[in-house]
């Protein structure tokens, strides 16, 4: 029951793919293809495409998010971008602490805080992503490594910030890999983030936080992973290119 009190979100990831031009026919595809969806639809592109999806957008039950957001203002930053921004051009959401980014940017658990109070106190929402790589999993410190993340993270966060924030749950070895993480080992990793949002929050925050897998999750195997009581959404990166395929995921987590 908890789960159907939950925004169920299914939000694409497009890392760094489409020109503006290229995402502006996607969008097109999109919008009539999700129309219909019975959760809350995110596409999250890059920069460079963010003023032609929220102008595309407008009207329409997609909402538009950012890949990444700086943790200053504003000021001698070469190159990056600021939450006053992202907002100020109709931005709602941002990916933070995505495993590519720690992978090749040099992200922590700190900066991926840092970031994240930033984003919270300008007014985006968050999706914030944590997950264990291959090594850590066979070693068997899933649940610790996940655990300390997402406590890292979530410090300073406040308890109604909470309702601006989701989590994602993306095993590193399951993104952009074809291999996705079974529906059992997804519920379980979601649960327990769920148990330590409600160590951190209490119980109501807990049952109340939405918390994605993303990690190949494709047209397929959508509706299996998203039936799991803790899996209220995806983080879709691949398959959130095509949009027939996003729509099939958005139609499974409708159902789900
Ligand atoms: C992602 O980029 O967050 C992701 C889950 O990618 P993919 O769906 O391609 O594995």
């Known amino acids: 029951m908890d789960k159907l009190n939950r925004k169920a979100i299914i939000a694409g990831n497009w890392k760094m793919n489409k020109t503006a031009s290229e995402a502006a026919v996607l969008i097109d595809e999109l919008i009539p293809a999700v129309k219909d969806a019975g959760c809350e639809v995110v596409i999250c592109t890059p920069y460079t495409s963010l003023v032609t999806a929220v102008e595309k957008t407008k009207g329409t039950n997609i909402h538009v998010g950012a890949e990444n957001v700086h943790f200053e203002d504003h000021g001698a930053f070469t190159g990056e971008i600021s939450a006053s921004m992202l907002t100020d051009l109709g931005v709602e959401y941002v990916v933070i602490g995505h495993s590519e980014r720690r992978q090749y940017f040099a992200e922590t658990d700190q900066t991926v805080n840092k970031r994240t109070l930033a984003a919270l106190n300008g007014g985006l929402k968050v999706i914030l992503c944590v997950g264990?790589?291959?090594?850590?999993?066979e070693e068997g410190?899933?649940?610790?490594?996940v655990r300390m993340q997402v406590k890292i993270a979530l410090q300073g966060v406040t308890a109604e910030?909470?309702?601006?924030?989701?989590?994602?749950?993306?095993p590193v070895w399951a993104i952009g890999t074809g291999r996705t993480a079974t529906a059992d080992q997804a519920e379980e990793v979601c649960a327990q983030?769920?148990?330590?949002?409600?160590?951190l929050y209490g119980e109501a925050v807990a049952k109340a936080t939405t918390v994605q897998y993303g990690g190949s999750m494709n047209a397929k195997n959508a509706e299996e992973l998203l039936s799991?009581?803790?899996v209220d959404g995806g983080l879709i990166g691949g398959a959130s290119l095509k949009a027939p395929d996003f729509a099939a995921i958005v139609a499974a987590a409708t159902n789900g």
């Open 132 to 137: 264990e790589s291959l090594t850590q999993r």
């Open 141 to 145: 410190v899933t649940e610790e490594l």
């Open 193 to 199: 983030i769920r148990k330590v949002v409600g160590e």
């Open 161 to 170: 910030q909470m309702a601006n924030l989701v989590i994602a749950y993306e």
């Open 228 to 230: 799991k009581p803790d």
